[in-house]
């Protein structure tokens, strides 16, 4: 007799490249239920020794992880979607959450999503505001964003709401929406938020959850004119209100054309 499938509430998945201890400090702030999550790491062809051993290092507070192994670097969106593939194959569960090595989450961060999600069964997608913090702790930026579908639903053509570690969906749209797209290089998460959102209802929790690495070094600041370029043909595509469509793609190419030091200056300034 087959073995049956394990069923989980929630689970968390977290890409890793060459981050250990990013990826322990992100694991050591997830607080939830015993037997009611499970922790999915994917290991992106780190060169970096990654194990359960050096992930889970305080066995008082030992959480339940499944490790994937990637043979060689592939990239987020595969790492993603092998992580998202292995999930709906081999467990149930409700929910999938998402986190990136580095961040960190409030101690209720999954206790309020899952209980809005709950309580809001028509909501398929649920981000959460969040502060984003260099390593060194000088600098701390407070993200703000829409909370109803309608607002995120506008603001969506000119900025990407859903700051991807604070997002938890309802595991059943992924066998509508499907995985992450591998045509938007560096903005897979930006596309994916657009074919949710046409689909269903969306919302944010006007709650700090979540704490973002800001890292000068991280993959949206090295390859940001490609994430730019990718954001455009997104909304060329998926926008389909024509002024805010042409204002959007505006704004879009302005962005190519300032330096990140002077867009992060503003942030620092209006946060």
């Not at 981050?19 to 994917?42: A, H, M, Q, T």
């Not at 309580?119 to 829409?146: A, M, R």
């Not at 607002?151 to 509508?176: D, G, Q, W």
């Not at 929406?177 to 560096?186: A, D, F, Q, S």
Request: proline letters at 4%.
């Amino acid at each position: 007799m087959n073995n049956p499938v394990k069923y989980y509430e929630l689970c968390i998945l977290i890409p890793c490249y060459n981050n250990l201890s990013g990826l322990i400090r992100s694991v050591e702030s997830i607080f939830y239920d015993k037997g009611k999550y499970l922790i999915v790491i994917v290991d992106d062809g780190s060169t970096e020794k990654i194990s359960e051993e050096l992930i889970i290092k305080k066995e008082a507070t030992a959480h339940p992880v499944h490790l994937l192994r990637l043979t060689e670097n592939k990239g987020i969106t595969v790492a993603l979607n092998t992580g998202l593939q292995w999930i709906i194959s081999s467990v149930r569960c409700d929910y999938i959450a998402r986190l990136d090595c580095g961040d960190t989450c409030h101690p209720q961060r999954f206790y309020k999503q899952t209980e809005y999600l709950r309580s809001n069964t028509d909501v398929i997608l649920l981000g959460s505001w969040c502060y984003f913090q260099n390593p060194e702790k000088s600098i701390t930026l407070k993200h703000k964003t829409p909370c109803d579908h309608r607002s995120i639903a506008k603001t969506l053509y000119f900025t990407n709401v859903f700051i991807h570690p604070t997002i938890v969906i309802r595991s059943e749209i992924l066998n509508k929406i499907g995985l992450y797209p591998e045509t938007y290089p560096h903005a897979e998460d930006y596309a994916w938020f657009w074919m949710i959102a046409d689909y269903g209802k969306t919302a944010i929790l006007p709650l700090y959850l979540v704490v973002c690495e800001l890292n000068m070094k991280g993959i949206s600041y090295t390859n940001r004119i490609q994430q730019l370029q990718s954001r455009m043909a997104i909304i060329k595509k998926f926008g389909h209100k024509f002024a805010l469509k042409k204002l959007a793609i505006i704004k879009t190419w302005l962005l190519m054309k300032i330096p990140y030091s002077i867009i992060l200056n503003i942030k620092r300034l209006i946060s």
